[in-house]
Structure formats: structure tokens, C-alpha cells
């Protein structure tokens, strides 16, 4: 091969020959340009909180895979969700943390109406009646084996757990949750949980469909949360989605949104921008995203190494969501990064 011995520093044209005058760096030179035509903004506006309620009082106990995140009692949640009011986060969702010994294979403690997760929407809607309450009306935090759905002869039954799912659900709006969001990712189940709600008279509790649900390892932190780490046999890839695929994520919203949903989410979040893009442009729907546990601690885990700045990654990655098409993110930064937001 030809090596030149001494390279030119530079070819006979001039940059302003090159780019023909267009100089794409005029906008960037100064803080006040860049505030001018930034396109995307993250606001308060856009968080959804995720808290994890857990029995007893008075009880902050800190997850050793999640960073700053607690599983909070329900007269803590109430605490912390005064503060997110104050905050002016819109919404928060509950996942809660259930006693072991309540755990069946058919998740029949879902059924109580004087749940965990029940008791903290009651408590929550009495003391905070201005946050918006959103509830995942799943069987993982019930059943014994850790799965979303009932487990017969190791099959995942489908039409079972609708009808349980959908029992769940009416129970959760007649606690006061204003937005059921189902993240089980059984066939049928909007639909059924809609017809459910306003047979019930909810015609006013909104459906938040988890339509795109990717089998992933990103969730590992919250199986820790939840106390489900240890029991999940085998894994969740006859139901959720297969990463690999698009067409087929864009096939399970376009079902959901016919049987009802309000809004769409993706999930995981960052991993899945494209999925979030593809949705909002075809379906134009409200559409968020979870930025999933796995998420939050990677940025928490490289941040406390020295090995990034926590606090740049954490806005950046809020704010890809928004330049991807999202409405709002679920996120266990929100209180974080709502308290920043409004320095
Ligand atoms: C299950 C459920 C999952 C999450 C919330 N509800 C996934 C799973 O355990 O398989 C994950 C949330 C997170 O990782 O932050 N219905």
C-alpha cells in the first residue's frame, strides 16, 4: 500500500467551500441559543413515580439493589406522596412488597379488597387526593412462584388470569386508583378489564396498558423489591415479548388500543427508544415509557463508582424519552429529579 509520506493539512477546499457557507455550530455558541432552539424539555409534568408500599409502620427499609429507593409502609407512602404532590409530580404507581406467607400459586390475595395495595390506594387518595393513583393489577407480587399469571402443569393459563386480573382491577378502582395499568401481558385483558370497569360504574378509570412488555433482564432490581427474586422458576417468555421484535410490539398496542387502553407504554425504557418512536408515530397515542429498575441502577451503580456523573446521566437519559415521543416516564429518579428541576 501507498502511504503519502507527508499529508497535506489540508485539501485544497475551504471549509466554508465544503459546507457550502452552513454552519451548524452558530445555534451552539452560546447558552442563550442553545436555550432557543432546544427541542426537547423535561418538566415535572412527565413523571409517573413507582413506590413499592410494604406492611407494617413506620417501616423505610432501603433496597440493596436500588439506591435511595424504599419500601415505604403504607403511612410512609402517604408521606412520600404528600411530597410528590408538593413536587408537582402528577401521578405515582404502587407495587407492593407481599408478606410471603399471603403468596399462593394463584395469587388469590389479589382478591382481598383489604390488600397492601389497596390499603395504600385508600390511604393515599384520603391524605393526597390531588396525585393520580395507578395500579398494576398483575399476580407477581401474589403468587408463590413469582409469574403474572396462574401456572397450571407449568402453562401460564391465559383466560384464568384475565378473569382474576380483571377481579383485581375493579377492586383497585373501588379503592380509588383513577388509572389501572395492567402489566401482565395476557391476551384479552383490556378489553376485559374495560367491559370489568363499567359494568362496575368506573367508566371514569383510565387503562394504562403495559402493551409492549420486553422478556428482559432489566427487571432484576425490582424482583428484589418485590421479595420475588428468589421464587421465579424458569422465565416470562410465553408471555412477555420477545426483544427481538418490533412488528410484533406494534401488533400488541394496536390490539390494546382496540380493546380499549387510554394510553401505551414500553418497557423496558432506554433499551427500547426505538419501539417508543415507532409507537407514537403510528398509533399517536399518549405513550410512556418505564424506565425499568436495571435502569436506575446502572446509573446509580456506575455513579457511586466515580465512573459517570449520576446526575448528568439520570437527566439525559429523562430526556431521551422525550425526544423519543414519550408523554412521561414511569421513574424511580422522580422525586429526585423533580426536586432538582425546581432549583
Ligand atoms: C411484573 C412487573 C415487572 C416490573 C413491574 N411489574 C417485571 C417482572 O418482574 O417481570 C418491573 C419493574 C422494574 O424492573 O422496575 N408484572
Given at each position: 500500500m501507498n502511504r503519502p509520506t507527508s499529508p497535506k493539512?489540508?485539501?485544497?477546499?475551504s471549509v466554508d467551500e465544503i459546507t457550502e457557507g452552513?454552519?451548524?455550530?452558530r445555534m451552539r455558541k452560546a447558552p442563550w441559543s442553545r436555550r432557543l432552539v432546544q427541542e426537547n424539555r423535561l418538566t415535572v409534568d412527565d413523571l409517573i413515580w413507582p413506590i413499592f408500599p410494604t406492611a407494617g409502620k413506620n417501616v423505610r427499609e432501603p433496597i440493596a439493589a436500588m439506591p435511595g429507593v424504599f419500601r415505604l409502609s403504607v403511612d410512609a407512602a402517604v408521606k412520600e406522596a404528600k411530597r410528590a404532590a408538593k413536587l408537582g409530580i402528577p401521578a405515582i404507581a404502587t407495587f407492593p412488597n407481599i408478606?410471603?406467607?399471603?403468596?399462593d400459586v394463584t395469587g388469590?390475595?389479589?382478591?382481598?379488597?383489604?390488600n397492601l395495595i389497596n390499603q395504600a390506594t385508600r390511604a393515599i387518595k384520603a391524605a393526597v387526593p390531588e396525585i393520580g393513583i395507578i395500579t398494576d393489577a398483575a399476580l407477581d407480587p401474589f403468587t408463590s412462584h413469582g409469574h403474572d399469571g396462574i401456572l397450571r402443569d407449568g402453562v401460564i393459563v391465559n383466560d384464568e388470569t384475565v378473569e382474576q386480573v380483571t377481579a383485581a382491577a375493579v377492586l383497585q378502582a373501588a379503592a380509588g386508583a383513577d388509572i389501572i395499568a395492567p402489566?401482565?401481558?395476557?391476551?384479552?385483558r383490556i378489553g376485559a378489564i374495560r367491559d370489568a370497569l363499567d359494568a362496575n360504574g368506573?367508566?371514569?378509570?383510565a387503562i394504562m396498558s403495559y402493551a409492549t412488555k420486553f422478556a428482559s433482564a432489566f427487571y432484576g432490581p425490582y424482583r428484589e423489591a418485590i421479595g420475588t427474586a428468589g421464587l421465579l422458576k424458569g422465565d416470562k417468555k410465553t408471555y412477555y415479548l420477545d426483544p427481538a421484535n418490533t412488528d410484533e410490539a406494534m401488533r400488541e398496542i394496536e390490539q390494546d388500543i382496540a380493546e380499549g387502553a387510554d394510553m401505551i407504554m414500553v418497557k423496558p425504557g432506554l433499551p427500547y427508544l426505538d419501539i417508543i418512536r415507532r409507537a407514537k408515530d403510528e398509533f399517536a397515542m399518549p405513550t410512556f415509557a418505564y424506565q425499568v429498575s436495571g435502569e436506575y441502577s446502572m446509573i446509580k451503580a456506575a455513579s457511586a463508582n466515580g465512573w459517570i456523573d449520576g446526575e448528568r446521566a439520570m437527566l439525559e437519559s429523562l430526556l431521551a424519552f422525550k425526544r423519543a415521543g414519550c408523554d412521561g416516564i414511569l421513574t424511580y429518579f422522580a422525586a429526585e429529579v423533580a426536586e432538582l428541576l425546581s432549583k
Open positions: 493539512a489540508a485539501g485544497s477546499r452552513r454552519r451548524l455550530r408478606d410471603g406467607t399471603l403468596k388469590s390475595h389479589i382478591l382481598d379488597p383489604d402489566s401482565d401481558m395476557m391476551d384479552g368506573f367508566q371514569d378509570v
